[in-house]
Nanobody, 121 residues
């Protein structure tokens, strides 16, 4: 079965860096776009970043552009999010999701359990 398992979250000071990872299994990882989504305390879901199958096209929310880098290692079935210059407003639960296209519409059909990132001094 499809599994997405995030890791690497934690507490970091403002201005610091953190890399979160997502180990994928149960499907052909290299065939799917992948996306990071986050949810801050008391707020809704926010799209963060998407990467294509080969890893040569990436997309970012304006709120993280220039600070976050999404990448993937298809040989290891792993998705990454490198987060630099972290701000308190980046505090959230970060989810790894798989992008599926159904009838021409993109859907996030599988989600991991999330990894908590807290930015605080």
């Amino acid at each position: 079965q499809v599994q997405l398992v995030e890791s690497g979250g934690g507490l970091v000071q403002p201005g610091g860096s953190l890399r979160v990872s997502c180990a994928a299994s149960g499907f052909t990882f290299s065939s799917y776009y992948m996306t990071w989504v986050r949810q801050a305390p008391g707020k809704g879901l926010e799209w963060v970043s998407t990467i294509n199958t080969d890893g040569d096209s990436t997309y970012y929310a304006d709120s993280v552009k220039g600070r976050f880098t999404i990448s993937r290692d298809n040989a290891k079935n792993t998705l990454y999010l490198q987060m630099n210059s972290l701000k308190p407003e980046d505090t959230a639960l970060y989810y790894c999701t798989r992008v599926a296209v159904v009838a021409g519409t993109e859907n996030l059909d599988y989600w991991g359990q999330g990894t908590q990132v807290t930015v605080s001094s």
